[in-house]
């Protein structure tokens, strides 16, 4: 089946450690996202891609960072920059980048908790 | 920069009643797009019905509809013949028309609770 897979679905830091999120789709879709979620808000862009080898900071991406040498996959690092890690981290992906009517497809998500 | 406030942090409903969320934005843009997302218990996103704000007519999907009223910058989201699976985390969403990517803003969230 065709889809967004993220793993792991439970992740733990350590203080002063980083650690990377997967995030990996097999739909063929050019661009891809990471959201953030914290408890009684929304999600927030942290990045985005729209081609491979390519990318763009969201509203908050201070304190992490991304790479995308492949199309199917966009993971996202966590440093030891980022201060409150703690939050449910979505990825999603959509067909075409520059298309008005796009639909964003997301999944399952990361549970990120600091020890 | 655009914002989106829910102001309905929690909503109860009985089962097969009907039930409307609240949503506001502000942007200076007069093209764009507005969504209304789910939340189940499981936490996957899902996209319940969109809006193109230079449709005048109202988004419908079965049983959700919207009451996009443009000049007061509100967009609704009404569930009808509300069913125990409703029940979830919904989210109003805000998009720029002329953006390459979906870079979406999201409100804070409504749960809806459906009481049986």
């Known amino acids: 089946d065709g889809g967004i897979t993220q793993s792991p679905k439970y992740l733990f830091r350590k203080e002063g450690q980083n650690v990377t999120l997967s995030c990996e789709q097999n739909?063929?879709?050019?661009?891809m996202y990471w959201y953030r979620q914290d408890p009684g808000q929304g999600l927030r862009l942290i990045y985005y891609s729209q081609i491979v080898n390519d990318f763009q900071k969201g509203d908050i991406a201070e304190g992490y960072s991304v790479s995308r040498e492949k199309k199917e996959s966009f993971p996202l690092t966590v440093t030891s920059a980022q201060k409150n890690p703690t939050a449910f981290y979505l990825c999603?992906?959509?067909?075409?980048?520059?298309?008005?009517?796009?639909?964003?497809?997301f999944g399952s998500g990361t549970q990120l908790s600091v020890l | 920069a655009q914002t989106v406030t829910q102001s309905q942090p929690e909503m109860s409903v009985q089962e097969a009643e009907t039930v409307t969320l609240s949503c506001t934005y502000d942007t200076s843009e007069s093209d764009y797009y507005l969504f209304w997302y789910k939340q189940p218990p499981s936490r996957q996103m899902i996209l319940v019905i969109r809006q193109e704000a230079y449709k005048q007519q109202n988004a419908t999907e079965n049983r959700f509809s919207v009451n996009f009223q443009k000049a007061a910058k509100s967009f609704s989201l009404k569930i009808s013949d509300s069913q125990l699976g409703d029940a979830a985390m919904y989210f109003c969403a805000y998009r720029e028309r002329n953006q390459g990517a979906q870079k979406l803003v999201f409100g804070q969230g409504t749960r809806l609770t459906i009481n049986p």
């Open positions: 999603a992906s959509s067909q075409y980048a520059g298309r008005y009517n796009e639909k964003l497809f």
């Open positions: 739909l063929n879709h050019d661009a």
